[in-house]
C-alpha cells in the first residue's frame, strides 16, 4: 500500500511538474475516451447485426423446416389411409425427424405434442435429439408457439458447451398432424461461431484502439516537445539572467509565434540588461559620490567643530541672543557629525567593507550598560525604563559595538516616541538564538508606516520634536548591523498601543531559528493575534561562518547586578 501510494505521488508531482507530460496524458484521456466511446458504439451496433443476421436464418430455416415436414405428413396420411396402415404415419414423422437431424446437423430439434388439445385417434411419442434440453424452453415461448399457427417465435439461451457457456437460440413453430393433432416443432442453434466472429472483431479494434492512442500519444509527446522546448528554453534562459547571466539569450528560429516569443524574451533581456548596467553604474557613482563627499566634508567640520566648541565654552561672556545662537550651533555640529559617520558606515555597508569584531559579549550587562547611558534623557521626557531578562545571561559572540548603536537607536526613538511612558526591554535566548526586544507604549505606527520603517531617510512624523538626532538612518544601519550577524529586525506597531522592535541573533550552524521573544508583545495577546515565533532558514553561509556562537547550554541563572532578585524569571527591574 505504501509502496502504490509513493509511485501515485512520484506520477502526480512528475505531471505537476512538466507541462509535456500533461500535454501527452491528457491527449491520450481524452484519445481512450473518444475510442471507448466509438468502439463501444460499433462492437454493440455490429453484435446486433450479426444476431440480428443468425436470427432471421434461423426463422426461415425454420419456417422451412416446418413446412417440408408437414408435406411428409399430409402425404404419409393419404397413403395410411388408403393403405389402412395407421402405424405407417409415426414411421413417417420419425423418417421426417432423421432427414432434418441429417441435413441440419448443427441443429437440435424436439417435437413436442401440443397440450390443451382434445384427444385424437393417433397420438404419437414426443420426439427430441440427444442434445436438445427441453428445459430451454421457457413457458413463455410454448404458449405463444401453441397459440399461433404461422407465425415462428424464438427465444435466446445460453448453453453449456465444452469451454464454458455459449450463446444460442431457439425457434418454435407448429406442425398440424392428421389424425394425430398439433404438434410443436423447435429448432436449437447454437450461436458460437457468430460469437467468435464478434470477438474477433472486438480483438482485432481494441488492438488497433490501442496502436492508435499510443501513435497519439506519441505525435502529441513531438508536437508538445516543439512548444514546450522554447518554453523550457525561456525558463532556463530567465534562471540565468536572474541568477547574473545578463547576457543570455535564446536562440530564435523561424518566424512563427514561437520565434516571436522569443525575440520579444531577448529584447526584454537587452532593456533589463541595459537598465541594470545603468542603475549599477549610477549606484556606484552614488556610493563613490556619498563616501567622497563625506571624507572631504570631515576636514572642514573638524574645523567648525574646533571653532564652535570655542565659541560654546565661552557663551556665559555673550549676550543671550548670541549665546542661544552658539547653543544651536553647537547643536546642529553634533547632529552634522552623526549624519557624516552614518553616510559613512551606510557607504561601508554598500561597498560590502563592513567587518565584524566578534568577541564573547554578555547581552544583559550589554542592555543595562545602554539603559544607563540614556538614562538622562529618560529622565527629562519622564520615560521609566525597565529590563526584563529572563535569559541572555551568558556570554554571545557578536561585535558589541554594533549591537550597542543597534540598542542606542531603538532606545533613542522609544523614549522620542513613547509619550512618557514606560519602555522595557526584553533580553531572552534559547540554544539557538539570543534576543532583544525595546518596547514602548507610545503613539504607534500603521502598517504602511511600519513597512517603511527601515527605509533610508524616512521618518514616520517629521514634524516630533526628537531629542537624540534624528538623521532618518539609524534604522536602516542597524537594519544592516542585524543582517551583517546573520540575524535580523523585526517590528510590530499599532496606533495608540505603541511599539516593538526585536532583535534576533541565530546561533551559528541553526537551520530553523525560532526568535525566543514573541511579536506581538504578550500585553497585547487579549486583543490581537497570537504571537507568532518567526523561524529563519540559515544559509550554508551561515552554517560554515560562524559569525554567531551562543552557548547551546541556554539561559544561564546567574543574575543582573541591577536586579533585586532572581532574574531568570519575568522580573523587571525599574532604572
Known sequence: MAARRWGIERATGFLRRSLQARVVAISMLLSVLALAGVFGYMSASVGENLFETRRDEALVEAVRATTGMQQIFNEAVTQSVTSGEVDALQDRALDAVTGLISSRSSTEYAMLRSEAQPDTQLQMNDVQSQGFDTDLLAAELRTAVAASADVPYYQSVRLEGEAGTEPGIIVGTTVDVPIAGRYELYLLTSLQSTQATLGFMQLTMLLGGLALIALIGLITWFVARMVVGPVQAAAASSARIAAGEYDVRIPVRGDDEIAKLGRSFNDMADSISRQINELATLSTVQQRFVSDVSHELRTPLTTIRLAGDVLHDRRDAFDPVAARTVELLHTQIERFEQ??????????????????????????????????????LAAERGTELRLVAPGGHFEAEVDPRRIRRILQNLLGNAIDHGEGKPVVVTVDSTSDAAAIAVR????????????????????????????????????????????????????????????????????????????????????????????????????????????????????????????????????????
Not at 526585536?502 to 525566543?516: D, F, I, N, Q
Open 339 to 376: 549624519l557624516l559617520a552614518d553616510l559613512l558606515e551606510l557607504s561601508r555597508f554598500d561597498a560590502g567593507a563592513a567587518q565584524l569584531e566578534i568577541e564573547p559579549t554578555n547581552l544583559v550587562r550589554l542592555a543595562e550598560g545602554e539603559i544607563a547611558a540614556v538614562e538622562p
Open 440 to 575: 514602548d507604549h507610545g503613539v504607534g505606527m500603521t502598517e504602511e508606516e511600519a513597512a517603511r520603517v527601515f527605509d533610508r531617510f524616512w521618518r514616520a512624523d517629521p514634524s516630533r520634536q526628537r531629542r537624540t538626532g534624528g538623521t532618518g538612518l539609524g534604522l536602516s544601519i542597524s537594519r544592516d548591523d542585524a543582517a551583517l550577524h546573520r540575524g535580523w529586525i523585526d517590528v510590530w506597531s499599532k496606533p495608540g498601543e505603541g511599539t516593538a522592535f526585536r532583535l534576533t541573533l541565530p546561533r551559528a550552524g541553526a537551520r530553523a531559528v525560532a526568535s525566543p521573544i514573541d511579536l506581538p508583545p504578550a500585553d497585547t495577546q487579549a486583543i490581537t493575534l497570537p504571537p507568532e515565533k518567526h523561524r529563519r532558514e540559515a544559509s550554508a553561509a551561515e552554517l560554515d561562518s560562524g559569525a554567531i556562537a551562543l552557548d547551546p547550554a541556554g539561559p544561564a541563572s546567574t543574575t543582573s547586578p541591577a536586579t533585586t532578585a532572581g532574574t531568570a524569571s519575568t522580573e523587571e527591574i525599574d532604572r
